[in-house]
């Protein structure tokens, strides 16, 4: 078929639908609301971001929800690493093979269904203060330790995945010179392993700081604090300032450039 | 020894991912209204419960509408820029799939703040046409990415040998191009229609008064009376999603790269 009649639809949905409305997004952000009449007033003005800028309360909810966002990305790079490693150069194809449909499709199970699993496991009465009771522990409960847990369990898939698939491309070769140069496990971890395999962590990392950085229901639902998301949600509904909240979303996506930069120097990009 | 060690890591990050999911599935059958823990009993009655809710049939009937529509458009839509994409070159090839990634790739709230905005600044009424349109165009890139895997694993030798048999354009996309693309649509397919069937954070900013199914266990949530209804629509929509990803799976054996891992991203957040 031709070229032209092959683009001209899906460009001009894309175009239309989504970069337009991007542009219009950016160009709210510079407008304001009238105090008075609750009316956006369309004129250019950078009090939007000089109030984000100058107000306490938003830099530390921007500080907040970046260190949780790196807090997450860093346990999950943690805890994906082994079983990723496993399914890479340890389990039989097959097994392998199981294994990636076992992570991918409860990666695919509704996001809202897993946060409300993870309120139900968390509350007061839970399963979790049940089991952790006769150790004379408590669970964590609705608070900022709970959102870090729930976050951490959400985008964990979508670190083992690339993780996964770097290290499947790392050469045994040099597995097994590294050993017979008289490295032990721990040492090719630290000197092989790790080094190839960080690209990949990087690649995952996107994810899982990515979605961190705009999810505002999670902390809603087992958290007790606000994050960039919350503000910018409020903003639009009970607020009703759209240009704020709008001057607000900008954050994420600069946070979200500058980091794909650096993932992009990583070599984060060869691992999608 | 290592090894040992790493099975049982591997074990415990398995059984960590499923807990939630099981846990979920076993409240669905909660004789009682509280949910703690351990449950003293088990009954089926909350399934049928769910059902004559005539909230929860209404945002399950939409959950669908929406679905089945947003999978239609990225279905027509995504195929158009696999083939542009696959079969051609030309000026600006990567812009295209930088344009149809962009949607998944960006944070759900910047989605969906974008196009809340872009409504209200058009006057256009919330209601099902605007989240289609949302669904629709994260939907896009996960068609997009199937089709594309298929077209580079074939070869366009066969497409060119059509032409010069004398097929025109439409007959060879009919006999030659389609048959060797359709597992892949349907993979796409049933893998859009779960990304929009469990979306929930772009929704929140499109729907105005209307609630997909998602949107209405996330309002419901603050009602304690209502949490037995809501471990059933959880289960319901679990496998609702899971079981078309599943087959999406079988039908297709190419490997997940980005694609899959980024368009289950917007499943995720959204």
């Given amino acids: 078929m031709r070229l032209g009649a092959l683009l001209a639809s899906p460009l001009a949905w894309l175009v239309v639908a989504y970069v337009g409305s991007l542009a219009v997004l950016f160009v709210t952000a510079v407008w ?51 079983i990723a490693y496993y399914m890479a150069r340890v389990a039989s194809p097959r097994t392998r093979g199981i294994l990636v449909v076992a992570i991918l499709t409860p990666l695919w199970a509704s996001y809202l269904v897993k946060v409300y699993a993870w309120r139900t496991i968390l509350s007061g009465g839970g399963i979790l203060n049940w089991a952790l009771g006769p150790l004379g522990l408590d669970g964590p409960g609705y608070t900022t330790t709970g959102t870090w847990l729930v976050f951490t369990y959400l985008w964990l898939p979508f670190m083992i995945l690339p993780i996964y698939a770097g290290l499947e491309r790392i050469p045994s070769s040099l597995l097994e010179a590294s050993s017979d140069l008289g490295s032990r496990g721990l040492g090719t971890f630290r000197r092989i392993v790790f080094p190839l395999a960080f690209p990949a962590i990087v690649a995952g990392s996107i994810f899982s700081f990515s979605l961190t950085l705009g999810d505002y229901i999670t902390p809603q639902v087992v958290g007790n604090t606000n994050f960039i998301g919350n503000v910018v949600y409020t903003n639009v509904g009970v607020a009703n300032n759209l240009p704020f909240a709008a001057a607000f979303a900008t954050v994420p996506v600069l946070i979200m450039v500058v980091y794909l930069a650096l993932a992009k120097r990583a070599g984060a990009f060869e691992n999608l | 020894m290592s090894r040992i060690l790493l099975r049982i890591a591997t074990g415990a990050t398995l059984a960590f991912i499923y807990f939630p999911l099981f846990v979920i599935a076993l409240y669905a059958f909660n004789e009682s209204v509280t949910q703690g823990w351990p449950i003293s009993g088990y009954t089926t009655d909350w399934f049928g419960e769910a059902w004559r809710d005539e909230n929860v049939r209404d945002a399950l009937f939409l959950s669908e509408q929406c679905a089945l529509a947003a999978t239609a458009i990225a279905l027509l839509l995504g195929t158009f820029a696999a083939l542009a994409v696959a079969r051609h070159r030309f000026f600006g090839r990567e812009t295209i799939s930088f344009l149809v990634i962009l949607p998944i790739a960006l944070p759900g709230i910047v989605t969906g703040m974008a196009l809340n905005a872009s409504y209200v600044r058009f006057g256009i009424d919330f209601g099902l046409l605007t989240i289609v349109i949302g669904h629709a165009t994260f939907c896009i890139v996960v068609v997009y990415n199937n089709v594309v895997a298929r077209l580079r694993r074939s070869s366009p030798s066969l497409e060119e040998a059509s032409s010069d048999l004398g097929a025109d354009s439409w007959q060879t996309f009919r006999y030659v191009t389609f048959p060797q693309l359709r597992t892949a649509l349907l993979a796409g397919a049933l893998l859009a229609f779960a990304l929009s069937f469990d979306e929930v954070i772009v929704t929140t900013f499109t729907s105005g008064a209307e609630q997909t199914l998602p949107i209405w266990i996330f309002t419901n949530l603050a009602r304690p009376q209502q949490l037995p209804i809501i471990n059933v629509v959880a289960v319901v929509v679990i496998l609702l999603s899971v079981i078309p990803v599943w087959i999406a799976q079988r039908l297709t054996r190419e490997p997940t790269g980005v694609g899959g891992i980024a368009a289950a991203a917007a499943g995720a957040r959204q």
């Fill in chain 1, 32 to 82: 304001r609301v009238d105090a008075f009449t609750g009316e956006i007033v369309r004129e250019f003005t950078l009090d939007n971001f000089r109030t984000l800028w100058e107000t306490d309360v938003y830099r530390r909810i921007t500080f907040r929800t970046v260190g949780l966002a790196a807090a997450v990305t860093i346990t999950d790079a943690v805890l994906a690493l082994p």
